[in-house]
């Protein structure tokens, strides 16, 4: 992705509104450097869908929270750092993206002729 185009979008989702490069990066400046957020410290919807099967019995702060005791300056994604909360509950897959990924994996599989339809 364009990196003025991932500006435009984080941009407007900070604003509301649709909002120029510079006015995003006048935003910005205003902040303190401990205020900014890392892009790296962000869940994206990949992570939200394999935390999906933690949250039956497991609260989502106590996730974070786990995570931010091993990683205070937020410098790497959810998956890299070592939660005890989730080591200890054991792993466990998201249903939906193991469906979607055996659909894929089958229409491939077709695709390629390794599989009748």
Request: hydrophobic share 40%; charged share 25%; aromatic share 6%.
């Amino acid at each position: 992705m364009p990196p003025a185009l991932l500006t435009y979008i984080i941009a407007r989702e900070l604003t509301g509104r649709a909002t120029t490069e510079e006015e995003f990066r006048n935003r910005i400046r205003r902040f303190s450097r401990n205020s900014v957020v890392r892009l790296s410290s962000v869940l994206n919807l990949f992570d939200l869908e394999n935390l999906s099967p933690f949250l039956a019995d497991t609260s989502l702060a106590d996730i974070l929270s786990a995570r931010y005791k091993q990683d205070k300056k937020l410098m790497f994604s959810l998956w890299t750092v070592e939660n005890a909360v989730l080591q200890r509950r054991g792993p466990r897959k998201s249903t939906p993206l193991n469906q979607e990924t055996e659909m894929l994996g089958a229409m491939i599989e077709t695709q390629l002729g390794l599989k009748q339809p």
